[in-house]
């Protein structure tokens, strides 16, 4: 029988299929405090939690009993992974089940946004009657421009369509076809800053998401634009959107989600509507949310059957010792693509060849698609729900194996491509020396794959390399190696340095002065392979 640990306010009927369920046996103790939890938490196999309760490493450090830390909700952030990881402690949470409530407070904000509905609450609370004060906008036949079209975008699109509005969406993962499919139109940032009356947006906190609604995006916003985030607070730069507020290039705007929470006093306006947090509190949320931690917990210890771990890949550790040494080359190789492919791609294709091509390679495979996804998605993607996501976002993958060597005993290239353009980089491991990216696109190089890649495509003709050289000595930054590639002589070219610290912006620009110098690409890398940590090149 396992006993469960219930330290957190869970929805009683959520959690009905375990404490029905003959081999659990539950024990709710809502308001237990840390230290009592310490004391007791070897006495179980499963914890239970919400956000009340903090997971450490301190608390993990004398349990050898918990098998399972099950997270009601979507976050993790108040769960050390990394120490439940070292603890051989199954880390799981409920991401989905948020999806309906989260769209219909979006829906609920754009239409008090549109009708002033909590504005003219306050001015009746103080026996006013100003009805040409309040006077809104209608939905009908205006355009919403939905930035992230995971499941709560499309649930958002949905609702909007039935209130007869124009619906453009934009993801890195969304394709014409599905965009088709959705009834909706695929639209870039700038398109949806340019024609939106509402925009809305529904994506991960990330590098490339953080501060996205920012005073630059403002300056290109169709006048009187109305901004709703209740996706991340970070994604709408606060002092931004109050300058827009002021000047009125904003009409209106919309916060469930905040940098700091709670916001701090100096995030007000009289067109700024403001909640705590509340896109997934709702009794029918909580109790999806119980049910499918409770479904979760008795897949994981009755069947073996995981879908939502944060820390657990489905992988032998008999495969897993042998594609060890593979593992940081595949996901080096991934992120050196998505950096040169920027967007998500429709197709990815992977190529084993040699001795690796006979093995189970399915662990590479995942890691490579999770250091392709997390270029935009972060850390939402790991090895058990790499696959899924995947498939989640319309994406083509492939993988071919071929026993020949190709000039190495083991070869792995990795394609990206969509209908305009691909991007192939191709890695090796070579005895008693290590990793080597051997291929970017059709040049032949050798590079050791460092944390800081400075790529240079030039045309091949004396002077450059010393040009290079001489820029990035000027700004004090040491060159730990060059290798260069050409397809022929005077032709096109590349160069790869390996630097020991990241250029800066103004080495790049220095660079691009140079007329021979067609491109510079600054590439980060990880350095540390891990299962399941959030690869360090991908920083918000």
């Given amino acids: 029988?396992?006993?469960?640990?219930?330290?957190?306010?869970i929805s009683d009927k959520g959690l009905r299929a375990l404490e029905e369920h003959p081999q659990f046996l539950i024990d709710k103790i809502p308001q237990i405090d840390p230290e009592e939890l310490k004391n007791i938490i070897n006495q179980y196999d499963v914890l239970i939690i919400r956000s009340r309760i903090t997971v450490t490493e301190e608390l993990l450090e004398n349990t050898q009993r918990l098998r399972l830390i099950a997270r009601a909700g979507v976050g993790v952030d108040n769960i050390d992974v990394a120490a439940a990881t070292r603890k051989g402690i199954i880390v799981v949470n409920s991401p989905g089940a948020n999806t309906i409530a989260a769209a219909e407070h979006t829906f609920a904000m754009m239409l008090a946004l549109a009708r002033k509905i909590p504005q003219a609450y306050s001015s009746m609370q103080v026996n006013r009657w100003e009805r040409s004060k309040f006077q809104g906008v209608e939905l009908f036949d205006k355009t919403i421009g939905i930035i992230?079209?995971?499941?709560?975008?499309?649930?958002?699109?949905?609702?909007?369509?039935?209130?007869?509005?124009?619906?453009?969406?934009?993801?890195?993962?969304?394709?014409?076809?599905?965009?088709?499919?959705?009834?909706?139109?695929?639209?870039?940032?700038?398109?949806?800053?340019?024609?939106?009356?509402?925009?809305?947006?529904?994506?991960?906190?990330?590098?490339?998401t953080n501060s996205l609604i920012d005073r630059s995006y403002l300056e290109k916003v169709k006048r009187g634009v109305r901004i709703i985030n209740c996706a991340r607070g970070g994604?709408?730069?606060?002092?931004?959107?109050?300058?827009?507020?002021?000047?009125?290039?904003?009409?209106?705007?919309?916060?469930?989600?905040?940098?700091?929470?709670?916001?701090?006093?100096?995030?007000?306006?009289?067109?700024?509507?403001?909640?705590?947090?509340?896109?997934?509190?709702?009794?029918?949320?909580?109790?999806?949310?119980?049910?499918?931690?409770?479904?979760?917990?008795?897949?994981?210890?009755?069947?073996?059957?995981?879908?939502?771990?944060?820390?657990?890949?489905?992988?032998?550790?008999?495969?897993?010792?042998?594609?060890?040494?593979?593992?940081?080359?595949?996901?080096?190789?991934?992120?050196?693509?998505?950096?040169?492919?920027?967007?998500?791609?429709e197709k990815i294709e992977?190529?084993?060849?040699?001795?690796?091509?006979?093995?189970?390679?399915?662990?590479?495979?995942?890691?490579?698609?999770?250091?392709?996804?997390?270029?935009?998605?972060?850390?939402?993607?790991?090895?058990?729900?790499a696959h899924h996501l995947l498939k989640e976002n319309g994406l083509s993958f492939a993988v071919q194996r071929n026993?020949?060597?190709?000039?190495?005993?083991?070869?792995?290239?990795?394609?990206?491509?969509?209908?305009?353009?691909?991007?192939?980089?191709?890695?090796?491991?070579?005895?008693?020396?290590?990793?080597?990216?051997?291929k970017i696109n059709e040049y032949q190089i050798d590079v050791r794959p460092e944390q800081n890649l400075l790529y240079i495509k030039h045309h091949d003709i004396p002077g450059v390399i010393g040009r290079v050289g001489s820029v990035i000595g000027d700004h004090q930054i040491n060159i730990g190696t060059m290798q260069v590639g050409r397809s022929e002589i005077g032709g096109e070219a590349i160069m790869v340095l390996t630097l020991d610290k990241a250029a800066d912006d103004g080495v790049l620009a220095a660079l691009k002065e140079t007329a021979a110098i067609k491109d510079v690409k600054l590439l980060g890398l990880s350095t540390g392979y891990s299962f399941f940590n959030k690869p360090s090149w991908v920083k918000v």
């Fill in 235 to 345: 994604i709408v730069n606060e002092e931004a959107l109050l300058e827009g507020l002021e000047s009125g290039i904003v009409a209106g705007a919309a916060l469930d989600v905040f940098v700091q929470e709670p916001p701090g006093p100096e995030l007000k306006h009289p067109n700024l509507i403001v909640t705590p947090h509340l896109g997934a509190s709702t009794k029918e949320a909580q109790e999806k949310v119980a049910k499918e931690i409770s479904q979760e917990v008795i897949d994981i210890l009755e069947y073996d059957s995981i879908r939502n771990a944060i820390n657990m890949p489905d992988i032998s550790l008999e495969n897993q010792q042998t594609m060890k040494p593979y593992l940081q080359l595949s996901e080096q190789i991934a992120q050196i693509a998505i950096q040169f492919f920027k967007e998500a791609p």
């Fill in 403 to 438: 026993a020949s060597k190709i000039g190495f005993t083991n070869y792995i290239e990795l394609k990206l491509s969509n209908r305009q353009r691909s991007v192939s980089i191709g890695g090796t491991l070579l005895d008693g020396i290590g990793s080597r990216i051997v």
């Fill in 148 to 208: 992230g079209m995971g499941k709560i975008g499309i649930e958002v699109a949905k609702r909007a369509k039935a209130f007869q509005m124009t619906v453009l969406g934009y993801d890195p993962f969304l394709t014409e076809d599905r965009a088709k499919n959705l009834g909706i139109k695929k639209a870039t940032l700038d398109e949806i800053a340019f024609h939106s009356d509402f925009i809305t947006i529904h994506t991960p906190l990330t590098k490339e």
């Fill in 350 to 385: 992977v190529f084993y060849h040699g001795e690796i091509a006979d093995n189970d390679t399915e662990v590479l495979s995942r890691t490579m698609i999770k250091g392709i996804l997390s270029y935009h998605l972060s850390d939402t993607v790991n090895l058990v729900n």
């Fill in 1 to 9: 029988m396992y006993r469960v640990l219930v330290a957190d306010s």
